[in-house]
C-alpha cells in the first residue's frame, strides 16, 4: 500500500517562494516515479513536475519551467517542489502522486496513487 501525505502549502504573495513536500510510506520508494499535480476550481488536474524513479531526469510543465524545481530524497522517502516566483496563476490544489511504470513516467496518466493534496493560494 502507498500512501503519500504532502505538507508546505500556505499563502503567499506573487513573487514569493514555497516548498512543498511529499512523505512517502511504502516499500522500494526509489523503484517510484514521483509527480506533482495542480487542480484549480473549474480546471481539469495537470502535472506540473515529476521526477524519474532513478532520480535522474525530470520533467516540468511549460507553464513552471525555470520557477520551480522537483527534488527527491531517496532516504528519507521524500520528494519536494520548490516553487518560486509564484504568480496567482499558481494558486491551485496540489497533489503529490507516484507510480511503479517505468516507461512514460512523464505523462499524467500513469499515476497511480495519490496524496490529499495541500492549497497553494498566491495573492497578487
Known amino acids: 500500500q502507498v500512501q503519500l501525505v504532502e505538507s508546505g502549502g500556505g499563502l503567499v504573495q506573487a513573487g514569493g517562494s514555497l516548498r512543498l513536500s511529499c512523505a512517502a510510506s511504502?516499500?522500494?520508494?526509489?523503484?517510484?516515479?514521483m509527480g506533482w499535480f495542480r487542480q484549480a476550481p473549474g480546471k481539469e488536474r495537470e502535472l506540473v513536475a515529476a521526477?524519474?524513479?532513478?532520480?535522474?531526469?525530470?520533467y516540468y510543465a511549460d507553464s513552471v519551467k525555470g520557477r520551480f524545481t522537483v527534488s527527491r530524497d531517496n532516504a528519507e522517502n521524500t520528494v519536494f517542489l520548490q516553487m518560486n516566483s509564484l504568480k496567482p496563476e499558481d494558486t491551485a490544489v496540489y497533489y503529490c502522486?507516484?507510480?511503479?511504470?517505468?516507461?512514460?513516467?512523464?505523462?499524467?496518466?500513469?499515476?497511480?496513487?495519490w496524496g490529499q493534496g495541500t492549497q497553494v493560494t498566491v495573492s497578487s
Open positions: 521526477v524519474k524513479w532513478s532520480g535522474g531526469s525530470t
Open positions: 511504502v516499500r522500494s520508494f526509489s523503484s517510484y516515479s
Open positions: 502522486a507516484a507510480t511503479l511504470k517505468i516507461a512514460d513516467w512523464y505523462l499524467a496518466s500513469v499515476y497511480d496513487y
